[in-house]
């Protein structure tokens, strides 16, 4: 059974594109979330998913960044017009119910130059 | 409002020791309670939870963690401690009854030494 995965790993992108970081969950799990992870930090909170609704998106900066998870492929964490300061590593979770533990993917690195 | 505390930055011990890492939390009600471990450029992997049931958690790796609702603490320990246990370790802590996040506190570094 694969465990959850992301893509791309590293991801390095100039100030004002776009960034689309990607995670599909383990085999029949059908709940997302999305943590950020800063230099020096703990991981944070930015949004929870089941299929096809935005279940939770109280972490979620409310500018630039968005989430999906449609009904088929892989859920998708967007920010827009990149700045600096959204360096960092962006892990996405997933679980079979909402109340067990959560599995983490390897997280994707994203680079703001 | 939930929180979860790492008093310790780092950790050193000698490998064949004991191993204590420290979590302290905050919640509101019942909390569900969860160690990870995260090797360097790695996701975090699931070593433990406490739900409901027996104070004392076993988990991977010879990991066990204990549940002190007096003291608010859930802290992690092996009874001998191996190099290849030396990462960073996170504490996390949900209120059974609101919301679906996972509140991490800031990581506790465990070195240990041949």
């Known amino acids: 059974n694969a465990g959850v995965m992301q893509n791309p790993r590293h991801l390095v992108r100039r100030r004002g594109q776009e960034a689309r970081l990607r995670c599909s969950p383990m085999?029949?799990?059908?709940?997302v979330y999305w943590y950020r992870q800063l230099p020096e930090e703990g991981l944070k909170f930015m949004v929870y998913?089941?299929?096809?609704?935005?279940?939770?998106e109280s972490g979620m900066p409310k500018e630039r960044f968005s989430a999906e998870f449609p009904k088929e492929g892989p859920s998708i964490l967007r920010i827009q017009q990149v700045v600096r300061g959204d360096s960092a590593a962006y892990f996405c979770a997933s679980s079979p119910e909402t109340f067990y533990e959560q599995y983490f993917g390897p997280g994707t690195r994203l680079t703001v130059t | 409002a939930q929180s979860v505390a790492q008093p310790e930055d780092q950790v050193n011990v000698a490998e064949g020791n004991p191993l204590t890492v420290k979590c302290t939390y905050s919640?509101?009600?019942?909390?569900?309670l969860f160690w990870y471990v995260q090797y360097p450029n790695r996701g975090l992997q699931f070593l433990l939870k406490?739900?409901?049931?027996?104070?004392l958690v076993k988990g991977s790796y010879g990991f066990e963690a204990e549940f002190n609702k007096s003291q608010t603490s859930f802290h992690l320990k092996k009874p001998s401690a191996l190099v290849s246990d030396s990462a960073l370790y996170f504490c996390a802590v949900r209120a059974n009854h609101s919301g679906y996040a996972l509140n991490f506190g800031k990581g506790t570094s465990l070195l240990v030494t041949p």
């Open positions: 998913l089941q299929k096809e609704n935005i279940i939770d």
């Open positions: 406490y739900i409901t049931g027996d104070n």
């Open positions: 919640v509101s009600g019942n909390p569900y």
């Open positions: 085999k029949g799990h059908s709940h």
